[in-house]
C-alpha cells in the first residue's frame, strides 16, 4: 500500500495492567507533525487484535475524549484472510462534527475500552498492536490512514494457509477365484478385501495367493 508524507502518527499507552483479563483499554493519541490542519473525519486509526472467545461482536465504549466522547466512533472488522497475530482490527474514526487537527498539535488522550460480549478473557500477548508502556510512545504497529490511504505504521502481514495433506497409499492385491463359467480358475486384482477388479487367468502358482471373499466354486454341471 502506498505511504503518503509522515504527518500524522499514533501515540498510545496501556492503560490495563494485564494481558490476561477481559478487557482491552488501548488510550490514543493522534498527533500532526505537519504544517497544515487536518480534517478529523478524513483519518481513521486501526488497533489490530486476536480476539479470543469471540462470540460474533465486541463490545466497545470510549470513557473519555477531549473532542467529545460521541465524536470518536469504534467499529470492530473481521479479516476475511488472518493476519499474523490479528484476526481483525478495532476501527477508531471521528465525526464531522470534531473538526480538525491542528497543525503540530493532538487529538488528547481518547480513552478506549473493548470487551466479549460475555466478558470471556482475552489473550492480548498475540495481539499485533498490544504494547505494555504506561507512558505514551509512538507505537507503529497502530496504523493511521488519511482517507483510506496508510500514512503511519506496518500492518500485520497476511498469515500463510496452513495446508495438511493426508497421503493414502493404494496395495494392489491379488486374490483367486473360478470364472463365472464355473471351471476356469480366475484370478482377480483389487484393493484387498473387495472384488473389484478385473478378472484374467490365474497363473500356475496362484495357489500362493489368499482367496477372495466371494461365494464358493459354483457346482459343476455334468451331463
Known sequence: MTTEPLNLKVQYRNADGSLTNNEGKPYLKIVNTGTTAVPYNQVTARYWITPENFKGSLGMWIDYAPLGNSKVIMKYVSLST???????YIEYSFTTSAGSLAAGGNSGEIQSRYANTDWSTFNEANDHSIGT???YADK?????YRNGVLVWGTEPLTEAPVIKLKIFSARRAICFQYHPDGFTPAYLYGDG???KGI???LPSDYRTFA??????RPPRLTT
Open 211 to 216: 482367496p477372495c471373499k466371494s461365494p464358493p
Open 193 to 195: 478385501a473387495t472384488t
Open 140 to 144: 507503529s504497529t497502530i496504523t493511521l
Open 133 to 135: 508502556n504506561s507512558p
Open 82 to 88: 488472518p493476519g499474523v497475530n490479528a484476526l481483525g
Open 199 to 201: 478378472l484374467k487367468k
